[in-house]
């Protein structure tokens, strides 16, 4: 059944850093706002936002969980998104669906870089979003520091954003604890109350000169964008409260500045103001929907999938922000019936009969349908949706039940519609399963998806690297014969074969140079194919690459004589003949740019020299502010825990894409390791 009718809505997502209390913050906006009577813990598991079991497993956030609540006749659907770089794709994928997203950071300047390529995302799909500095009492050590730790927290955001940093609120500490705050629009002090508004409280004496100076500052920024108020600080006239607020919410919503709110999430500090301020300055769904494009009409449906879940009892649900026009359950959507039409509470549902432009909901068993889709009822449109990231990390896996093989390709394209960015492939030369994703949890919570929801254990280790072979020099007329008689047709064939090494790259070639029909033309293809069927494991026991074969003679019987015979023919000679060309062992080599804050870039240059790559050069990287780029080319033996390392080295934010290059020649040491390991196959 439908709730009341609702004068508006806001979509927001609610971002940050791993650990930095985002869920907490959910919990308490649902909870100021009516919509729980209780409020959960991630300790506990019994939060809103983790409500998966992998989530609440591992005490974080695993995909995003959407929750709504009424306050002030607006209807807010807020989306809890994963903080951890790992599932960083749920974040994305979540984000364009939103009008305004709450960045969630902690009072710790060196953790405030780990929001860099989050900030970059936003300002670059223009998305307004602004600041909630949690677990402010960690700043307030002491009376005088509380303010001065404020201000370097400011600096740290100011030195990731590209859009200026304003601060809304200044703490007010007393002894050891954060007491309050004071409004920098409206120049009111309030003290905390957990659990309860705060009171308005005179203002401290002791704080009026940083309030001011903090007042100041977040005026400037406001009149870069607004001439009136420019001419009024000129004249030193102090604006009123309702010019300030006006130009905040056009700011705000036109993502020209960030505005900074400050709090402690478990005990609602700071939480209603910052209600107040989405209330009052987060963009309208029809400002969201002009900025991308989408011109409004209640005529044609136009919605895009945020997300894709796949629930035990529901099936198949997909998230979609609804753009344009009203949506009924039972419409057809890309010519797929929606079949029910729901508004989620993290894995709770409420049915609905319709939803208008504006809200975020769920549809059901939309089939065929995936995260990023645009749906509409003539597939006329198409939106925008976020870059898939490429993939940094790869486990081999297989059924632990043999007979589980058939189940597990069915199972995996499920997981795969949940989360575009993990990949899977069968490799041609090793024939592993390979799972690709962000990283080793997120990996692991794939696997655990399988096991739960499909009862598809896994057994898994790091994939195989696809060596290959070459050869150093040639070997002429190297003769096999191949002659077999067991009564009735016997089997004769024999050729001499030359084989030469080919430049790097070329692959293999084959040719014959037969005269007087000494092999006969209908027995030509049958030795080309014994020739291939060996190279496909030669004498190190990977496949021979860059090798061409040319037939020079041979000789036939005209009655025993067949493609079989000259097959087998064929590998003998190339078994006779690989053995003399000085068989090396090749490994394949990418070219790999990696991306990091300036200050870890020392560090990078040395992770790439101590995996044998080769460094090209490093510049800035465009368009990000304090960011390079280094480029370099690395054994792919040595990609397969870089993440992990790169990561661990640049606050888990350095990323990496890579393409195969080109396969190059094992240093001898290492490749008498390498075939030691794999066993040094013969034919």
């Given at each position: 059944?439908?709730?009341?009718?609702?004068?508006?809505?806001?979509?927001?997502?609610?971002?940050?850093?791993?650990?930095?209390?985002?869920?907490?913050?959910?919990?308490?906006?649902?909870?100021?706002?009516?919509?729980?009577?209780?409020?959960?813990?991630?300790?506990?598991?019994?939060?809103?936002g983790?409500?998966?079991?992998?989530?609440?497993?591992?005490?974080?956030?695993?995909?995003?969980?959407?929750?709504?609540?009424?306050?002030?006749?607006?209807?807010?659907?807020?989306?809890?998104?994963?903080?951890?770089?790992?599932?960083?794709?749920?974040?994305?994928?979540?984000?364009?669906?939103?009008?305004?997203?709450?960045?969630?950071?902690?009072?710790?300047?060196?953790?405030?870089?780990?929001?860099?390529?989050?900030?970059?995302?936003?300002?670059?799909?223009?998305?307004?979003?602004?600041?909630?500095?949690?677990?402010?009492?960690?700043?307030?050590?002491?009376?005088?520091?509380?303010?001065?730790?404020?201000?370097?927290?400011?600096?740290?955001?100011?030195?990731?954003?590209?859009?200026?940093?304003?601060?809304?609120?200044?703490?007010?500490?007393?002894?050891?604890?954060?007491?309050?705050?004071?409004?920098?629009?409206?120049?009111?002090?309030?003290?905390?109350?957990p659990?309860?508004?705060?009171?308005?409280?005179?203002l401290?004496?002791?704080?009026?000169?940083?309030?001011?100076?903090?007042?100041?500052?977040?005026?400037?920024?406001?009149?870069?964008?607004?001439?009136?108020?420019?001419?009024?600080?000129?004249?030193?006239?102090?604006?009123?409260?309702?010019?300030?607020?006006?130009?905040?919410?056009?700011?705000?919503?036109?993502?020209?500045?960030?505005?900074?709110?400050?709090?402690?999430?478990?005990?609602?500090?700071?939480?209603?103001?910052?209600?107040?301020?989405?209330?009052?300055?987060?963009?309208?769904?029809?400002?969201?929907?002009?900025?991308?494009?989408?011109?409004?009409?209640?005529e044609?449906?136009t919605?895009q999938?945020?997300?894709?879940?796949?629930?035990?009892?529901?099936?198949?649900?997909s998230?979609?922000?609804?753009?344009?026009?009203?949506?009924?359950?039972?419409?057809?959507?890309?010519?797929?019936?929606?079949?029910?039409?729901?508004?989620?509470?993290?894995?709770?549902?409420?049915?609905?009969?319709?939803?208008?432009?504006?809200?975020?909901?769920?549809?059901?068993?939309?089939?065929?349908?995936?995260?990023g889709?645009?749906?509409?009822?003539?597939?006329?449109?198409?939106?925008?949706?976020?870059?898939?990231?490429?993939?940094?990390?790869?486990?081999?896996?297989?059924?632990?039940?043999?007979?589980?093989?058939?189940?597990?390709?069915?199972?995996?394209?499920?997981?795969?519609?949940?989360?575009?960015?993990?990949v899977?492939?069968?490799?041609?030369?090793?024939?592993?399963?390979?799972?690709?994703?962000?990283?080793?949890?997120?990996?692991?919570?794939?696997?655990?998806?399988l096991?739960?929801?499909?009862?598809l254990?896994?057994?898994?280790?790091?994939?195989?690297?696809?060596?290959?072979?070459?050869?150093?020099?040639?070997?002429?007329?190297?003769?096999?014969?191949?002659?077999?008689?067991?009564?009735?047709?016997g089997q004769?064939?024999?050729?001499?074969?030359?084989?030469?090494?080919?430049?790097?790259?070329?692959?293999?070639?084959?040719?014959?140079?037969?005269?007087?029909?000494?092999?006969?033309?209908?027995?030509?293809?049958?030795?080309?194919?014994?020739?291939?069927?060996?190279?496909?494991?030669?004498?190190?026991?990977?496949?021979?690459?860059?090798?061409?074969?040319?037939?020079?003679?041979?000789?036939?019987?005209?009655?025993?004589?067949?493609?079989?015979a000259f097959?087998?023919?064929?590998?003998?000679?190339?078994?006779?003949?690989?053995?003399?060309?000085?068989?090396?062992?090749?490994?394949?080599?990418?070219?790999?740019?990696?991306?990091?804050?300036?200050?870890f870039?020392?560090?990078?240059?040395?992770?790439?020299?101590?995996?044998?790559?080769?460094?090209?050069?490093?510049?800035?990287?465009?368009?990000?502010?304090?960011?390079?780029?280094?480029?370099?080319?690395?054994?792919?033996?040595?990609?397969?825990?870089?993440?992990?390392?790169?990561?661990?080295?640049t606050?888990?934010?350095?990323?990496?894409?890579?393409?195969?290059?080109?396969?190059?020649?094992?240093?001898e040491p290492?490749?008498?390791?390498?075939l030691?390991?794999?066993?040094?196959?013969?034919?």
């Amino acid at each position: 059944m439908n709730h009341k009718v609702i004068g508006a809505t806001r979509n927001i997502a609610i971002v940050g850093h791993y650990l930095s209390g985002k869920t907490a913050l959910l919990e308490s906006l649902l909870s100021v706002t009516g919509a729980i009577t209780r409020k959960g813990n991630a300790k506990d598991g019994n939060t809103i936002g983790d409500s998966s079991p992998e989530a609440r497993d591992r005490k974080m956030s695993t995909e995003v969980n959407a929750a709504s609540t009424e306050y002030e006749n607006v209807r807010f659907t807020f989306l809890d998104c994963p903080g951890s770089i790992e599932f960083a794709q749920e974040t994305l994928n979540a984000l364009i669906g939103v009008d305004a997203a709450i960045v969630v950071c902690e009072p710790v300047t060196d953790r405030t870089l780990t929001l860099a390529p989050l900030f970059k995302f936003l300002d670059d799909w223009e998305i307004p979003h602004l600041v909630f500095v949690n677990k402010i009492d960690r700043a307030c050590t002491d009376e005088t520091t509380c303010g001065s730790n404020f201000t370097t927290i400011i600096n740290a955001l100011k030195s990731i954003s590209s859009r200026p940093i304003v601060p809304h609120q200044y703490p007010i500490g007393h002894n050891e604890k954060i007491i309050g705050f004071i409004d920098l629009v409206t120049e009111q002090a309030y003290h905390y109350h957990p659990g309860a508004p705060a009171d308005p409280v005179p203002l401290p004496e002791h704080l009026q000169a940083q309030e001011n100076e903090a007042r100041q500052q977040m005026l400037e920024e406001l009149a870069n964008f607004d001439d009136n108020l420019l001419a009024e600080l000129l004249e030193e006239i102090n604006p009123d409260t309702e010019e300030i607020t006006r130009d905040l919410k056009m700011e705000l919503g036109a993502d020209l500045i960030v505005p900074v709110f400050i709090g402690i999430a478990e005990q609602d500090f700071g939480v209603r103001p910052l209600l107040e301020a989405l209330l009052r300055e987060a963009p309208a769904p029809e400002t969201t929907a002009q900025r991308r494009c989408v011109i409004q009409s209640d005529e044609k449906v136009t919605a895009q999938v945020l997300k894709t879940y796949y629930t035990p009892q529901g099936g198949k649900l997909s998230l979609v922000r609804i753009w344009q026009g009203a949506l009924a359950d039972g419409a057809t959507l890309n010519g797929i019936r929606v079949n029910g039409l729901y508004r989620l509470n993290g894995w709770q549902t409420q049915s609905l009969t319709n939803a208008r432009a504006g809200e975020i909901v769920a549809l059901g068993r939309l089939e065929g349908v995936k995260t990023g889709d645009t749906l509409t009822v003539d597939r006329t449109k198409s939106l925008p949706k976020a870059e898939i990231l490429s993939p940094v990390y790869a486990l081999a896996i297989a059924p632990e039940k043999r007979n589980d093989e058939v189940k597990m390709t069915s199972a995996l394209a499920k997981i795969l519609e949940e989360d575009p960015s993990l990949v899977w492939q069968q490799h041609g030369d090793t024939h592993e399963i390979i799972l690709w994703g962000q990283g080793e949890i997120h990996l692991k919570v794939s696997l655990e998806r399988l096991r739960r929801k499909y009862n598809l254990p896994m057994t898994t280790h790091l994939p195989q690297v696809p060596y290959k072979e070459t050869i150093r020099k040639p070997a002429s007329a190297i003769h096999g014969r191949y002659k077999h008689q067991s009564g009735g047709h016997g089997q004769f064939g024999d050729v001499y074969l030359d084989i030469q090494p080919q430049p790097r790259g070329e692959g293999f070639n084959f040719c014959d140079r037969i005269v007087g029909g000494v092999v006969p033309k209908q027995y030509i293809p049958g030795v080309e194919i014994g020739v291939r069927e060996y190279l496909d494991r030669g004498p190190l026991g990977f496949p021979v690459v860059d090798v061409a074969v040319t037939l020079t003679n041979g000789s036939y019987h005209s009655v025993d004589s067949s493609e079989q015979a000259f097959k087998q023919a064929a590998r003998l000679a190339m078994q006779e003949g690989m053995s003399k060309c000085e068989s090396v062992l090749l490994e394949p080599i990418a070219k790999v740019e990696i991306h990091t804050p300036k200050e870890f870039t020392s560090k990078v240059l040395q992770l790439v020299s101590g995996r044998r790559g080769q460094i090209l050069g490093y510049e800035s990287k465009s368009n990000w502010k304090g960011w390079d780029t280094v480029t370099a080319y690395v054994p792919l033996a040595e990609m397969q825990d870089s993440i992990v390392e790169l990561r661990s080295q640049t606050m888990g934010v350095g990323f990496f894409h890579w393409e195969f290059d080109r396969l190059q020649e094992v240093p001898e040491p290492l490749a008498k390791r390498v075939l030691l390991t794999t066993g040094n196959g013969k034919n």
